[in-house]
């Protein structure tokens, strides 16, 4: 038993609050209701045949929305026509079935805007001609009419508003995709071609210099680009996928890592208001604060690091610092701060999120600096 109800929790919550099936069931008791309690005094066989119409043409509609909805929406709008023409009879249902039908007509994404007017101006029409017919008063003829203007209006809104939503969750899934291909793109490129370039280097040591040694080291440093990329792979599929933790959260989690991999000190400091900001922007900080602890670790190993995130108005601002390297005099030095093509690559890949990154020596402390607009 609960695992049904957990399911029609589950139907109702994805269920659209407008036109889905819990709107219909309730649209359909109402018109079933509706029909129940009709009594019509005054031409009840003309009254009767344009109320079963109706209800016919509505059920026709539920049945097939789902697999042909142009032929639904069309039985839909002929539907509230033919219990427009009856509406005079000063009968509550037909007025019921008027309303129900024609909203649930306007506010379907299938029919154009042409359609809807059309639509709406014949079931005007016809009201008017019967009320006319039946002896109405003009002021009910105005009132009906306004009504049903009004219902229009407030149903071309809801499906304005929610064609709105669907293009910007299309407009999402599109940038979403960009952003996974562009990560895939970044990590497969730069891994593959550098593993590529020394294999070639590799292979031109064996067959043109005979030299084994070079040949080994090449190797050795091709199967050390494998590893870091397959990691950078790993990182990048973990930070595409929806359960990743919250930005403070995952560089709690890879300062810790670094801490614990290097044997240094190094901490996490967060101030502001924590709040959530774009994937995008999240992924760019967190790839940024990744390289900039791997640069750590190459160049100034055994250094305290600290990373900063700061959330400010309308930014968000992260900032790695450690103690900057001594710079040997000799001709083999190699204790270079880092400005190679890694950080080159956040800040691009920074940039197209809006962004922006810094790095460089301030006083004693190597700096990265990256900030991203919320």
């Known amino acids: 038993m609960r695992e049904v109800w957990g399911r029609v929790v589950r139907l109702l919550a994805a269920d659209d609050p407008e036109t889905g099936r819990l709107v219909r069931l309730l ?3 109402v018109l079933a209701w509706s029909l129940a309690v009709a009594s019509p005094d005054r031409a009840p066989a003309l009254v009767w045949s344009a109320l079963g119409g109706s209800m016919a043409c509505w059920l026709a509609f539920v049945l097939l929305d789902g697999r042909f909805p142009r032929v639904a929406v069309t039985l839909l709008g002929a539907g509230s026509a033919i219990a427009a023409s009856v509406s005079g009879s000063a009968e509550a249902a037909t007025t019921v079935f008027v309303f129900a039908l024609l909203l649930q007509f306007a506010v379907h994404v299938v029919p154009s805007l042409g359609a809807i007017v059309a639509v709406t ?7 008017a001609g019967s009320m006319l017919w039946w002896y109405q008063p003009r002021s009910a003829i105005v009132i009906h009419g306004t009504v049903v203007l009004c219902t229009v209006l407030f149903a071309l809104h809801r499906r304005q508003y929610r064609r709105a939503q669907q ?8 940038d979403e995709r960009a952003r996974i291909a562009r990560e895939l793109h970044d990590v497969l490129a730069h891994s593959l071609g550098a593993l590529g370039v020394q294999l070639e280097v590799a292979e031109a040591m064996l067959t043109e210099r005979g030299d084994v040694e070079g040949a080994v080291a090449r190797i050795r440093r091709s199967r050390a680009l494998a590893r870091e990329g397959l990691v950078e792979a790993r990182s990048a599929v973990a930070a595409l996928r929806e359960d990743v933790p919250p930005l403070p959260d995952a560089l709690s989690l ?7 991999d290097h044997d240094v000190h190094a901490e996490l400091r967060a101030t502001g208001t924590r709040r959530p900001i ?7 900080l967190l790839r940024t604060a990744r390289e900039a602890l791997t640069n750590a670790a190459k160049h100034a190993p055994g250094e305290p690091v600290s990373v900063g995130l700061g959330y400010g108005d309308g930014a968000v601002r992260l900032v790695v610092r450690n103690p900057c390297p001594a710079v040997p005099s000799g001709p083999d030095s190699r204790a270079t701060p880092p400005s190679g093509h890694g950080l080159q690559g956040m800040r691009e890949r920074l940039a197209l999120a809006g962004g922006t990154l810094l790095a460089g020596q301030v006083g004693d402390l190597w700096e990265v600096r990256a900030e991203v607009p919320e």
């Open 27 to 29: 649209m359909s008791l």
């Open 121 to 127: 101006a014949l079931d005007v029409g016809l009201m």
């Open 167 to 174: 293009d910007r969750a299309r407009a999402m899934a599109l």
């Open 254 to 260: 890879l300062v810790a890592e670094h801490r614990r």
């Open 278 to 284: 774009t994937p995008a922007a999240e992924v760019c």
